[in-house]
């Protein structure tokens, strides 16, 4: 099973045109750095959708579009496609990560998958790892 921890949603992209994807999880389809990662999983997730950490903001990505992306600012976490209008659909995101993120402990703690976490570095090379 390949786990994508890329710092952007290149990986996930990959992983699909090679149809090497079978499911998402928290980290495949947004920004966020290293650091962020480490102290998301410490935290167990805890303040991922707190309010009082999110700012809905836009930003002029590389083919020159606005897009409005919601920023938290505990984990420096970037969801760059779930809010696409406003915040106001929190719950429902809430929800969509609250699976991704019981999918990616429960894969993690079953002893017996075969796990390939795939992550890009600050270069965008494409690392892989085999984790027993």
């Known amino acids: 099973m390949y ?3 890329g710092l952007n ?3 996930a992209i990959n992983l699909r045109k090679k149809n090497l994807k079978t ?3 928290p980290f ?3 920004i966020k750095n290293y650091n962020s990662i480490i ?3 410490n935290d167990d997730f805890k303040y991922l959708f707190d309010k009082d950490k999110l700012i809905y903001t836009t930003y002029t990505d590389n083919y020159k579009f606005d897009k409005k992306i919601v920023i938290n600012t505990y984990y420096d976490f970037i ?3 779930d809010f696409l209008l406003d915040i106001d659909n929190i719950e429902e995101v809430k929800d969509k990560y609250i699976r991704r993120i019981q999918r990616f402990k429960d894969l993690i703690i079953n002893k017996n998958n075969d796990i390939i976490i795939v992550y890009n ?3 965008g ?3 892989y790892e085999y984790v027993e």
Do not use: E, R
Request: aromatic share 16%; with cysteine.
């Open 3 to 5: 786990i994508s921890i």
């Open 39 to 41: 102290k998301l999983i």
């Open 125 to 127: 090379k494409n690392n």
């Open 9 to 11: 949603c290149d990986i």
């Open 121 to 123: 570095d600050m270069d």
């Open 23 to 25: 499911y998402t999880f």
């Open 28 to 30: 495949c389809w947004n």
């Open 79 to 81: 969801f760059v496609h």
